[in-house]
């Protein structure tokens, strides 16, 4: 059907809209990157895995990477292509079939490496191998997103590494940023360079992770394409890859929900939604943080008891499944709807059925302003979860 992507006003359920427009920006973006830095860019299923979208995505890119077998799989089977694959810890029981599943396989310590090289190897004779390196410095506030903060179990540090690598290992893998801009990434690579250099004449190819948010608007892509072209001058021999999650899915979209009840307590207004913070937007608990809404202004608990302000309650029955508070330009009614913006990347991958509340439909609005529903979740998907 045709929508409105201003007021939405045509649906009546809550659901995941990807605008397509926004996406191939971001995807011509990344492109441009890529091909000017002479650098592989490759998606990350942490932040993003809708594959009903990725013949758009094979239009830009040519791979993909995954944390566990069924990301492998994925990326395998629905993408087409091997994955890039890295786990803090494989399995006996998955080590052979993420081995086929892949091109390249990171392994987190020189004790997981010294566990399966020879599974991996046998399972899957052209898969590159690849160490994590704990690069020691991270700029990344939030402890919780921090991959180097203190007693992190991600990667080896230098102190750790052989002087002499193993012959079969090709690359190396860091991942230190999280929404950054390639300021950070300058200063990372500076303090990489410092402690790792000595090694890096010894692999073939370096993963520089995610975390690099080049489709943010006032990301300086320049200087990014500077850093890695300089970087590959140093290096000429090093094949240069990198993997975000949040750029290729950054402000596509948005949550569309609808306003089921209105309460009041302590002269505080609560607009309860038929979606929930702690099932489809677990990130703003975590962080946390607030997302926009559209039509709203975020303002403090001094103006809570303010005209038109509301809180912003899931249909939980987690007492903490709120959020506020936003003010709004009218008094709100049950029925309308609320829109919530840049509810794509690291949402639908990290839902959950707590309660069995009805999972969002996913959508996909196409440049021509028709929808089509991606996915439409029943009881059965819920049901099945505890088979």
């Known amino acids: 059907m045709k929508i409105n992507p201003e007021t939405y006003s045509e649906l009546a359920c809550p659901t995941y809209i990807l605008n397509e427009t926004k996406l191939r920006r971001n995807l011509e973006i990344i492109s441009r990157v890529s091909r000017l830095a002479d650098v592989e860019i ?12 990725f013949p758009i995505f094979r239009e830009y890119i040519g791979a993909t990477t995954a ?46 490496y010294e566990r399966f090289r020879e599974q991996v190897r046998q399972a899957n004779r052209d898969i590159s191998i690849g160490l994590r390196l704990n690069p020691e410095y991270s700029e990344v506030a939030t402890l919780l997103y921090n ?28 991942h230190c940023h999280c929404e950054s801009g390639s300021d950070v990434f300058a200063r990372t690579l500076k303090h990489f360079e410092a402690r790792f250099s000595p090694w890096l004449e010894q692999v073939e190819w370096m993963n520089f992770g995610g975390g690099h948010l080049m489709t943010r608007k006032d ?67 975590e962080m946390p943080y607030q997302p926009e809404v559209r039509r709203a202004k975020i303002v403090d608990d001094t103006n809570a008891r303010s005209p038109r302000v509301y809180r912003l309650g899931g249909n939980s029955c987690l007492s903490g499944d709120w959020m506020g ?20 990347h690291y949402t639908t991958v990290k839902t959950n059925m707590f309660n069995g509340i009805p999972h969002p439909d996913i959508a ?6 028709e929808l089509e529903t991606l996915r439409r979740f029943t009881y059965e998907d819920y049901r099945s979860r505890m088979d």
């Open 147 to 174: 991959p180097c903060a203190p007693g992190t179990r991600f990667g080896i540090a230098s102190d750790k590494l052989p002087k002499k690598l193993p012959d079969d290992v090709k690359g190396f893998h860091i």
């Open 219 to 285: 990301y300086d892509i320049q200087n990014l394409i500077d850093i890695l072209t300089g970087f590959r001058q140093r290096y000429p021999h090093l094949k240069i890859i990198m993997e975000p999650g949040s750029a290729f899915a950054w402000q596509t979209g948005e949550l569309v929900s609808q306003i089921v009840d209105i309460v009041e307590h302590d002269g505080i207004k609560t607009a309860i939604l038929n979606v929930s913070f702690t099932c489809h937007m677990p990130d703003c608990l």
């Open 364 to 369: 996909l609005l196409h440049a021509d302003g």
């Open 67 to 112: 944390s566990s077998l069924n990301e492998a799989r994925l990326g395998f089977e629905e993408f087409g292509a091997p994955t890039h694959t890295f786990s803090p810890a494989y399995e006996d029981s998955e080590i052979e079939e993420i081995a086929r599943c892949s091109s390249h396989i990171v392994f987190n310590s020189m004790s997981q």
């Open 42 to 53: 490759i998606l990350a299923f942490k932040a993003y895995a809708l594959w009903r979208t």
């Open 325 to 344: 508070y936003w003010q709004f330009d009218h008094d709100l009614q049950v029925g309308e709807n609320i829109i919530f913006e840049d509810m794509l």
